[in-house]
């Protein structure tokens, strides 16, 4: 009896010297500074569409999203299996309460309510910059990678959409100049590099047909004389209406002035993804999928 308890209590002392801890302390630094976890976390609301599909596809679950604007590639997110805890701008603290999570994801429209959300639970900010937009995009996701200790498959979506650039870059490099534009009922602004769609120029290759676009989160307002004296060989369209409801782009820009364009007569005018490019608006997943677009465009 006596040797039968001294083995047991050996063998425990072993296993415990064998096994690693299961959870250990780290820090994440993020837009918002840093955040302590103490370890990985096992149920996760995100308030960013992005974030969400970097975790879908690394193998991450989550537990909570916001209830409203959901896309439609992220469906299943509809079902009540998932938590719903507020909206893209407004969390909804009672859902959070109740449900307890270990982690909170902001970004961009959620990240103002991060002093709040971070007293509830350790709470991390994935917004994007606009002026290092593709940069911001790939450290977000390798933030995520370290908190699920899933860098290895971080690694290869990053090298994943590192191919996609390059093949956008190699399209664009004869393609000719573009301009890029939003359309917001009747309303037309167009971005240029450091702005909020700016990675169509920087990243994606494609010249700029001017270069001095305000570069604001919102664009430059402008008239369809200015696409007409600018005369993109491409233009580049995204149609906030079709991101939220009823899409109008293509009847806004079918007019005479944009009729007698390089871009309208040669049939170069691209409608980027409008859900992937304003909805989500970042992320390696939509950023390679736009990216696939604009080299499919190109290579026509």
């Not at 409203?68 to 407004?90: I, M, Q, R, T, W």
């Amino acid at each position: 009896m006596t040797f039968s308890r001294t083995a047991t209590a050996l063998l425990a002392g072993l296993v415990a010297i064998a096994t690693p801890a299961l959870a250990q302390e780290f820090t994440v630094t993020h837009a918002q500074g840093e955040t302590t976890l103490p370890g990985v976390p096992q149920k996760v609301v995100s308030f960013d569409f992005a974030a969400i599909e970097t975790l879908e596809a690394i193998g991450v679950n989550i537990a909570g999203l916001p209830g409203s604007n959901l896309p439609a590639h992220l469906e299943k997110y509809a079902s009540d299996d998932y938590a719903k805890v507020g909206s893209l701008f407004e969390p909804d603290y009672e859902a959070l309460a109740a449900l307890e999570p270990d982690l909170i994801i902001v970004a961009g429209r959620s990240s103002t309510a991060y002093p709040e959300l971070a007293n509830l639970a350790p709470t991390v900010d994935l917004s994007n910059e606009w002026t290092n937009f593709y940069g911001s995009i790939k450290a977000n996701a390798e933030i995520i990678g370290e908190i699920f200790d899933k860098e290895a498959e971080v690694a290869a979506l990053i090298a994943e959409t590192e191919a996609k650039v390059e093949a956008s870059r190699a399209a664009a490099a004869d393609a000719g100049k573009g301009l890029v534009v939003l359309t917001s009922g009747a309303e037309v602004t167009a971005y240029g590099p450091g702005s909020r769609f700016g990675f169509i120029h920087e990243t994606l290759g494609v010249t700029p047909v001017i270069e001095d676009v305000e570069a604001a989160t919102h664009g430059d307002s402008i008239s369809f004389e200015f696409i007409l004296e600018t005369n993109p060989d491409l233009l580049f369209v995204i149609d906030r209406d079709a991101a939220t409801g009823q899409g109008a782009a293509a009847a806004i820009l079918d007019n005479e002035l944009v009729g007698e364009t390089t871009a309208w007569q040669n049939g170069d005018v691209v409608y980027i993804d409008p859900v992937r490019a304003y909805i989500v608006n970042g992320g390696l997943i939509s950023f390679g999928i736009m990216a696939d677009q604009v080299t499919e465009a190109l290579s026509d």
